[in-house]
T-cell receptor
Framework: GENVEQHPSTLSVQEGDSAVIKCTYS??????FPWYKQELGKRPQLIID?????GEKKDQRIAVTLNKTAKHFSLHITETQPEDSAVYFC???????????FGTGTRLLVSP | DTAVSQTPKYLVTQMGNDKSIKCEQN?????MYWYKQDSKKFLKIMFS???????INETVPNRFSPKSPDKAHLNLHINSLELGDSAVYFC??????????????FGEGSWLTVV
């Protein structure tokens, strides 16, 4: 089955810096790659997603890139702010039934 | 107007007890899920239902039994609770079961502590 690896597990940056989180997946047929943000004690919430027919997608300060050949995708956050501090999860959807396989999460800490 | 709501939010219970968590969504979705998030924050799917039918049943002890009375509700019953069942259980929902990915919306979570 699909396996998703996520790095780093912890990332500390200064406010205004950029942050990059990387994920690799194992099933080359996976076709949907969302990113979720989970603040402390809250639910995971979708922040951006990308489908396998697109190489890059951007939404204001966040962007996601996908390299299907290498089977990896990345989340880029620019001009980080303290409110970006949270745990970020990548996920991949293998073909067939709706089922997201999540990465292990990255705890992002943005210091003022 | 909560989209995916689950109750109770907090549950503390003794080993060996039986407990249920209820979930309801008002988004009109036809697919619902239970995810488990352990102390290390790993999110793992347990079950998925589409229009009341079980479509995903991961390797979960049979002490866990989901039930979907209609497509807007998905409950989780846990028998003979064990210490290792302590976790946050998230209900979620989405459209469709097809090959294209659709956004999955999570409930607020139910914090289960077994003592």
């Amino acid at each position: 089955g699909e396996n998703v690896e996520q790095h780093p597990s912890t990332l500390s940056v200064q406010e205004g810096d950029s942050a990059v989180i990387k994920c690799t997946y194992s099933d080359s047929a996976s076709n949907y790659f969302p990113w979720y943000k989970q603040e402390l004690g809250k639910r995971p919430q979708l922040i951006i997603d990308i489908r396998s027919n697109v190489g890059e997608k951007k939404d204001q300060r966040i962007a996601v890139t996908l390299n299907k050949t290498a089977k990896h995708f990345s989340l880029h956050i620019t001009e980080t702010q303290p409110e970006d501090s949270a745990v970020y999860f990548c996920a991949a959807k293998p073909p067939g039934f709706q089922k997201l396989v999540f990465g292990t999460g990255t705890r992002l800490l943005v210091s003022p | 107007d909560t989209a995916v709501s689950q109750t109770p939010k907090y549950l503390v219970t003794q080993m060996g007890n039986d407990k249920s968590i209820k979930c309801e969504q008002n988004l009109g979705h036809d697919t619902m899920y239970w995810y488990k998030q352990d102390s290390k924050k790993f999110l793992k799917i347990m079950f998925s239902y589409n229009n009341k039918e079980l479509i995903i049943n991961e390797t979960v002890p049979n002490r866990f039994s989901p039930k979907s009375p209609d497509k807007a509700h998905l409950n989780l019953h846990i028998n003979s609770l064990e210490l290792g069942d302590s976790a946050v259980y998230f209900c979620a929902s989405s459209y469709g079961t097809g090959n294209t990915g659709n956004t999955i919306y999570f409930g607020e979570g139910s914090w289960l502590t077994v003592v």
